[in-house]
């Protein structure tokens, strides 16, 4: 299972980008789906979640207030709407789907997380 993420680029600090997430072949119905993001030389670090179930929500320390994820599952997509862009938040941006569960885990450490995917790059510039 390979989900893909798009809509990265390059942006000004203060900035605001929107990610998407799709899946060709696979339905994201019933699955939570977690962003995570990946930056040069730092530990992978999980981003947002939203559950399939009641669509329930969750957010890092780090990006909460600033980011927003949705989902329309009838059009098997999930967006990530960042606002208020840092230059920290420059990083390769995931979009996985818990293979296991449709809530998301109480943290994003745990999960079956679909590795393996096409990620996105975001670039904030100071």
């Known amino acids: 299972v390979q989900l893909q993420a798009s809509g990265g680029g390059l942006v000004q600090s203060g900035g605001s980008l929107r990610l998407s997430c799709t899946a060709s072949?696979?339905?994201?119905?019933?699955?939570?789906i977690g962003w995570f993001r990946q930056a040069p030389g730092k530990e992978r670090e999980g981003v947002s979640c939203?559950?399939?179930?009641?669509?329930?929500?969750y957010y890092a320390d780090s990006v909460k207030g600033r980011f927003t994820i949705s989902r329309d599952n009838a059009r098997n997509t999930v967006w990530l709407q960042m606002n208020s862009l840092k230059p920290e938040d420059t990083a390769i941006y995931y979009c996985?789907?818990?293979?296991?569960?449709?809530?998301?885990?109480?943290?994003?450490?745990?999960?079956?997380?679909?590795?393996g995917g096409q990620g996105t790059l975001v670039t904030v510039s100071s």
């Open positions: 939203i559950s399939y179930s009641d669509s329930s929500t």
């Open positions: 996985l789907a818990d293979l296991e569960h449709s809530r998301c885990p109480p943290s994003l450490r745990l999960g079956s997380w679909s590795w």
């Open positions: 072949g696979f339905t994201l119905d019933y699955y939570a």
